[in-house]
């Protein structure tokens, strides 16, 4: 859950420092926002790839944890006394 946070955070900041620039620059806000969302896509892919790494990590951990227990589960309820 801690990598998706700060996935999640950084790509927030990184919105808005660069909305922040782009009003300082002089740009309305809406549109400094709007400018900001497209910019931070590519670059949060290039500058947060190890955050990304540890999230996919994350997601694919719990997925496995998920499955474990969806296969213990379905084995209770046929009678098995461990899944196959």
């Given amino acids: 859950m801690l990598a998706v946070v700060a996935y999640v955070g ?5 919105v808005a420092v ?8 002089g740009l309305p806000l809406l549109v400094a926002l709007l400018i900001a969302l497209v910019l931070a ?3 949060s892919l290039v500058l947060f790839r190890p955050l990304r790494a540890r999230l996919t ?3 694919a951990a719990a ?4 499955r474990e227990q ?3 589960l379905r084995a209770e309820l ?7």
């Avoid at 660069?18 to 620059?25: D, E, N, R, S, W």
């Avoid at 997925?63 to 998920?66: L, S, V, W």
Wanted: net charge positive; glycine share 6%; proline share 6%.
């Fill in 41 to 43: 896509l590519p670059l």
């Fill in 78 to 84: 046929r009678g098995d006394a461990s899944p196959e």
């Fill in 18 to 25: 660069i909305a922040g620039v782009l009003v300082l620059v």
């Fill in 57 to 59: 990590t994350e997601i």
């Fill in 70 to 72: 969806r296969e213990r």
């Fill in 63 to 66: 997925t496995a944890t998920r």
């Fill in 10 to 14: 950084a790509r927030l900041v990184l």
